[in-house]
């Protein structure tokens, strides 16, 4: 079982910077990371989900087209937590933001709360 909890979305100008957080606990011991491809998701209002950025087991990154080059996503593995680093807001990226963790090879997706971001323009 994984638990996530997200933290760091807010109200910022277009322009500016927002950090999410995404906490992982889980119920066996050991870096989340061994095991699940994390990653954060958005939802927009009357929009579909979408993804923004994963990191896989091995570190590598991918981006939504949208969001290269403006976003960033990292990792703590002392502390399993990933990072969305944000910059250049637009207003477009107002949405509730959500953090997914998959097991690696499995359908087994966890989700957590989402946390709203808000650019104003």
Not at 21 to 34: E, L, P, Q, R, V
Not at 83 to 112: F, H, I, P
Request: hydrophobic share 35%; with cysteine; net charge positive.
């Amino acid at each position: 079982q994984v638990q996530l909890v997200e933290s760091g979305g807010g109200l910022v100008q277009a322009g500016g910077s927002l950090r999410l957080a995404c906490a992982a606990s889980k119920s066996t011991s050991g870096s989340i990371f061994s095991n699940y491809v994390v990653g954060w998701h958005r939802q927009a209002p009357g929009k579909q989900r979408e993804l923004v950025a994963t990191l896989t087991l091995g570190g590598t990154t991918h981006y939504a087209l949208s969001v290269e080059g403006r976003f960033a996503i990292s990792r703590d593995n002392a502390k399993n937590t990933v990072y969305l680093q944000m910059n250049s807001l637009k207003s477009e990226d107002t949405a509730v933001y959500y953090c997914n963790a998959r097991r690696y090879g499995t359908n087994l997706n966890y989700w957590g709360q989402g946390t709203q971001v808000t650019v104003s323009s």
